[in-house]
């Protein structure tokens, strides 16, 4: 996640550059890295985005601050904001996938990463820098034919956040795809 506005501003024109969906400053794909869950200050790994948003496939739910794609689009404007958020979407979420495969451990099907959070996002830093490394390199993931990448079970989402998300999803809508 950017820190500071002026990596926040930046990551949003780099989004916004890709399909022209706005306040972008990240992506979520639809999977997580298995953790013990915190014991305490469960708070600080909850996060607040302002003016921004994540982007995520259909197996989220829609929030004020995680905009999905519209199930059964209306108008021309909420096909425009469709296309634009998968556009926006798919290399990031190729990429993760891509990662998984290379690192069981990130994946579900490895099993729960038993370390405190911090700890976890430590381990999996250095499986995306050893990632990186792996693809300047061209070196090839090894196939495992026993595990397929079925995707992760999806969170269920809150009334009263799927109400707010509606609103903000159609203000993006009328705002940047009418």
């Known amino acids: 996640m950017p820190r500071g506005m002026e990596e926040t501003t930046a990551t949003k024109r780099k989004f916004f550059r890709i399909a022209n ?102 381990m999996a830093a250095a499986t995306f820098l050893l990632h990186n490394y792996c693809r300047r390199r061209n070196i090839p993931l090894l196939e495992d034919p026993d595990d397929p990448d079925d995707p992760d079970p999806a969170p269920a989402a809150a009334g009263a956040r799927l109400a707010a998300g509606q609103a903000r999803r159609r203000q993006i809508i009328q705002e940047y795809f009418s």
């Open 21 to 122: 969906f706005p306040h972008v400053i990240g992506i979520i794909d639809g999977t997580h890295v298995p953790i013990a869950a915190p014991s305490q200050d469960e708070e600080v790994y909850q996060g607040e985005f302002g003016n921004s948003v994540l982007l995520g496939d259909s197996g989220y739910p829609l929030e004020p601050n995680l905009m999905v794609q519209v199930g059964q689009p209306a108008n021309a404007a909420e096909g425009r904001y469709n296309t634009s958020l998968k556009k926006t979407r798919v290399v990031v979420e190729q990429t993760i996938g891509i990662w998984k495969a290379r690192f069981k451990c990130v994946h579900q099907k490895g099993g729960t990463l038993s370390y405190t959070p911090l700890k976890c996002g430590k």
